[in-house]
């Protein structure tokens, strides 16, 4: 990690750090981070090997990382790491933390004691999730993330938009139904094996990162793995910085980081709530004629009319106001989005006023 002349910690951006998440993130500047990702360790408690039907052995994760001498022991080190996170979150930063049913109740609890706000769970619904194969449960078809800001009244990017245009025009639920890393994606290791027992697909960091980071934010992974993170936020154009204390994940991650490229940049910015474009009042059609006092403007029923006046409002028999006014007047409606309830025309067609509006905020 490098340091300023005054002695303070940089950012270590789009690098992985070798060492203890919990000692790194203590190193880094205090309220730097936009977004954490975190794939803690399960403490899955696994005893004994499982086989198949067939009798083979089925690759479980029992590697030392994901052992715990106790649900004590465990739940101080979640306190230590999340305490750590949070200081080096932004006051409008955010944290997603992903486990299963043996963590992720504790690390829920430790969230909300260490200060933060939970904003939802999500359900990531595996569609291809490993069978259970002593039939002594239901099947484990799902992980659990929480999604929570630094604190209580915290402002947090959400890209409410973007998510529901990737959705179909439909708000995003809390329940993604995704397939788990397979195929091509997974990576392997020298003799052929998983490089990592619990490496995340890309798609689910896709939408996570699309849906609550910016082009150009930090996102810090404190257990990076196999680097999916690092390699979904490089293709985005977001700045990462990973840690990892374990070689041969580290060796993996960055051969893999070697080969991703970002994508061209003007298809980096996604689609953004109306409310955080910029303001455009109708008295400026008028002022720039682009509508002219006098000019009828029709409802998009095509029932009513309006006049155009030279300050910008309109005018309706008797009613006069904005052309919000206006129409929820003529409506006899609490409100009215003007925008898209009047019309002009031009060349004997009817056009949205939203039109004039979008054209000004281009030019903007």
């Known amino acids: 990690m490098t340091k300023t002349k005054s002695g303070a910690a940089t950012l270590p951006l789009n690098q992985i750090v070798r060492g ?14 936009d977004l954490i990702f975190a794939d803690p360790p399960y403490n899955l408690q696994l005893r004994g090997d499982l086989h198949r039907p067939d009798n083979s052995l089925v690759d479980a994760v029992d590697d030392a990382w994901d052992q715990f001498a106790s649900f004590e022991s465990y739940d101080e080190f979640t306190q230590k790491w999340l ?51 002593r039939g002594k449960r239901l099947t484990n078809a799902h992980e659990t993330l929480i999604w929570a800001s630094r604190g209580e009244g915290a402002k947090y990017t959400f890209n ?9 025009g439909v708000q995003m639920r809390s329940d993604w139904v995704l397939p788990i890393c397979t195929g091509h994606e997974r990576l392997k290791n020298d003799n052929g094996d998983k490089a990592h027992p619990t490496q995340k697909p890309e798609a689910l960091l896709h939408r996570l990162l699309v ?24 293709k985005l154009g977001r700045n990462f910085i990973g840690i990892e204390r374990d070689e041969g994940y580290i060796k993996a991650a960055e051969a893999r980081l070697n080969l991703v490229r970002q994508y061209d940049s003007t298809s980096l910015e996604v689609t953004k709530a109306k409310r ?25 029923n095509g029932k009513r009319t309006a006049k155009v006046r030279a300050d910008g409002t309109l005018i309706a028999n008797d009613v ?28 004997g067609l009817p056009v949205p006023i939203d039109v004039l509006r979008q054209q000004i905020r281009s030019e903007m």
Not at 20 to 33: R, T
């Open 160 to 168: 409410y938009e973007a998510l529901k245009a990737m959705n179909e």
């Open 211 to 234: 849906g609550t980071t910016n082009p150009g934010d930090v996102v810090l992974d404190p257990f990076f793995g196999t680097g999916t993170t690092g390699a979904v936020a490089k």
């Open 320 to 347: 006069k106001g904005s052309i919000h006014q206006v129409g929820a007047a003529l409506e006899g409606a609490p409100s009215c989005n003007g925008w898209t309830y009047w019309f002009f025309q031009r060349d």
């Open 276 to 300: 955080a474009e910029p303001r455009v009042p109708f008295g400026q059609l008028v002022e720039r004629g682009m509508l002219r006092p006098g000019e009828v403007l029709t409802s998009m």
């Open 20 to 33: 203890d998440c919990i000692d790194v993130m203590n190193g880094l500047p205090e309220g730097s981070v």
């Open 83 to 133: 305490a750590a996170a949070r200081r080096i979150l932004k006051p409008n930063g955010a944290i997603w933390v992903i486990g299963s049913y043996h963590n992720i109740f504790r690390v829920g609890a430790a969230l909300q004691n260490q200060g933060y706000w939970i904003l939802n769970d999500v359900v990531w619904r595996k569609s291809n999730p490993m069978p259970n194969f």
